[in-house]
T-cell receptor, first 108, second 113 residues
Framework: RKEVEQDPGPFNVPEGATVAFNCTYSNSASQSFFWYRQDCRKEPKLLMSVYSSGNEDGRFTAQLNRASQYISLLIRDSKLSDSATYLCVALSYQKVTFGTGTKLQVIP | SAVISQKPSRDICQRGTSLTIQCQVDSQVTMMFWYRQQPGQSLTLIATANQGSEATYESGFVIDKFPISRPNLTFSTLTVSNMSPEDSSIYLC??????????FGQGTRLTVV
């Protein structure tokens, strides 16, 4: 079993739609969690951190459920520019583990 | 944030040859990380490079194939040795300066023919 698992998608959604991604992790010692965004042929960049209390940044909301060991990312009012691969990331003892990524394609 | 300069950005190499990828950080960092991202896959950690000691390799990666240098706190190199087409991938260096966020170089897109 992979340490961090995501549905690879692709998720094809119309502009303005709300889309949610989930991610599960197996290492209960993981301390911190993040969502990264990776555009085609580019390096990953931090989108947002994930906290148990939830974290909202504009149209993006991230949530952590430690009991169930899953992380979610909600994108509201999708824009064409949101099209990318979203990587779920778990950090434990400075080791960063990436999920396989979920591809999002926002359609006009 | 951290600014990381990685080069080359891409290369096409003959099988059996070696390629050295360089990564320069704009400030001192304790650990630097080397990742591989194969087509359609996520990032896989190759090794962690500490200054003044040998790199720590992840399962499935060995020093003979991926020798790493870390001569100082701002620089590291990864060599892909005796390349085969299976080594075609994107290679990325990364740092996290005592905070959880990971910063990446722009990546090296390697094609082995």
């Amino acid at each position: 079993r992979k340490e961090v698992e995501q549905d690879p998608g692709p998720f094809n959604v119309p502009e303005g739609a709300t889309v949610a991604f989930n991610c599960t992790y197996s290492n209960s010692a993981s301390q911190s969690f993040f969502w990264y965004r990776q555009d085609c042929r580019k390096e990953p960049k931090l989108l947002m951190s994930v906290y148990s209390s939830g974290n909202e940044d504009g149209r993006f909301t991230a949530q952590l459920n430690r009991a169930s060991q899953y992380i979610s990312l909600l994108i509201r009012d999708s824009k064409l520019s949101d099209s990318a691969t979203y990587l779920c990331v778990a950090l434990s003892y400075q080791k960063v583990t990436f999920g396989t990524g979920t591809k999002l394609q926002v359609i006009p | 944030s951290a600014v990381i300069s990685q080069k080359p950005s891409r290369d096409i190499c003959q099988r059996g040859t070696s390629l050295t990828i360089q990564c320069q950080v704009d400030s001192q960092v304790t650990m630097m990380f080397w990742y591989r991202q194969q087509p359609g896959q996520s990032l896989t950690l190759i090794a962690t490079a500490n200054q003044g000691s040998e790199a720590t390799y992840e399962s499935g990666f060995v020093i003979d194939k991926f020798p790493i240098s870390r001569p100082n706190l701002t620089f590291s190199t990864l060599t892909v040795s005796n390349m085969s087409p299976e080594d075609s991938s994107i290679y990325l260096c990364s740092v996290n300066r005592g905070v959880p966020e990971a910063f990446f170089g722009q990546g090296t897109r390697l094609t082995v023919v």
